[in-house]
């Protein structure tokens, strides 16, 4: 059996449609299945056995004997959630029940870890272990993902083989439930939809010109296949970035967008808001130098392949991974 946390969300739902794919049915899906607008992420999946996350620990202990492999990719990911407690609770404590568990019996884990831990990038975008205590995440997300991080490198007890995932801007199918949180593409694509336009920040920062802010967009499917390569690789334990290693513009991404629905480029600018500006990050670009060291040779996506697939086989049909 394969357990996926947080089966129901966008990278877990297509986690798990691509295990089906690849012929593997034993999946245990752990989530807070109350939440039914992510219900039909789950929709058409084959899937042993659903478990509600509050019981999930009385169900491991029950059941560990056969279980494979664990894949975490369950947390609250709201960067405007300040409440602490919330993110205590669902990405330190849980997280560190997990790590527990499979410690105690023996199973593999891989585990959603962001590059919300980089901050402003003061450091660099560097998956050095070294340097993970002095990061200084801008939001409680950020710092609970990071608190994380470096409890699991100071532990003694380490599972037999774990890999902590830095995932980047992910975009791509089953992000249909994630409201303001969702991908910017998917929020061009609704909006040139609905207005033929798209609206970007304006540039904030005498560095970079209006819409030229950078990111590093990972096409879901390429996140996936990491995963899937970490599951059966089970050595070279330790925190790994997770991006696409090249930063693109916003405006690349708009202007992709608007090719890919056949339709004429309008961007306006409007300003940044107030209350974000100064925590705005004008540049990100994960250093994929380690996972390649360890053997992964798969190329990722473009930015333009990925767009594209996204919106004529995903969005314009409305279709889940």
């Given amino acids: 059996m394969i357990i996926v946390t947080g089966a129901a969300g966008f990278i877990g739902s297509g986690l798990i449609g691509t295990l089906n794919q690849q012929g593997f049915k034993s999946i245990i899906a752990v989530d807070d299945f109350s939440q039914i607008q992510k219900a039909e992420n789950l929709e058409g999946k084959t899937i042993q ?179 899937l390569f970490f599951m059966r690789h089970r050595k070279d334990s330790g925190i790994y970035n997770l991006g696409s290693g090249q930063a693109r513009t916003f405006k690349d991404l708009v202007l992709n967008t608007f090719n890919a629905m056949d339709k004429e480029p309008v961007i306006e600018f409007i300003d940044t808001p107030a209350d974000i500006r100064d925590k705005y990050q004008y540049f990100t670009e994960a250093n994929m130098a380690k996972l390649r060291s360890i053997g992964y040779d798969k190329a990722f996506h473009t930015l333009e392949e990925g767009v594209e697939d996204y919106v004529k086989n995903y969005l314009m049909g409305h279709k889940y991974l």
């Avoid at 405007?80 to 105690?104: A, P, Q, R």
């Avoid at 340097?131 to 950020?142: A, D, E, H, R, T």
């Avoid at 037999?160 to 791509?172: D, E, H, I, S």
């Avoid at 439930?177 to 939809?193: D, L």
């Fill in 49 to 227: 056995e659903r478990v509600e996350r509050e019981i999930f620990f009385e169900w491991l202990d029950k059941n560990y004997r056969d279980v494979e492999f664990i894949f975490h990719i369950g947390a609250r990911t709201d960067t405007t959630e300040f409440d602490k407690s919330i993110f205590d609770k669902l990405n330190v404590n849980f997280s560190k029940d997990i790590w527990k568990g499979c410690v105690k019996y023996q199973l593999p884990l891989v585990y959603a870890s962001s590059a919300a831990t980089y901050g402003l990038g003061e450091l660099g975008y560097d998956d050095n272990e070294a340097v993970i205590s002095q990061l200084k995440p801008l939001n409680p997300y950020g710092d609970s993902k990071n608190d994380f991080d470096i409890w699991a490198l100071q532990q003694e007890e380490k599972p037999f083989f774990w890999a902590g995932l830095k995932f980047f801007n992910v975009y791509g199918p089953n992000e249909y439930h994630k409201a303001r949180m969702a991908s910017v593409i998917f929020h061009a694509f609704n909006q040139i939809k609905a207005t033929e336009k798209m609206k970007l920040f304006r540039s904030h920062h005498p560095d970079f010109k209006d819409g030229e802010q950078m990111r590093d967009f990972i096409y879901v499917k390429d996140l996936i296949d990491v995963c």
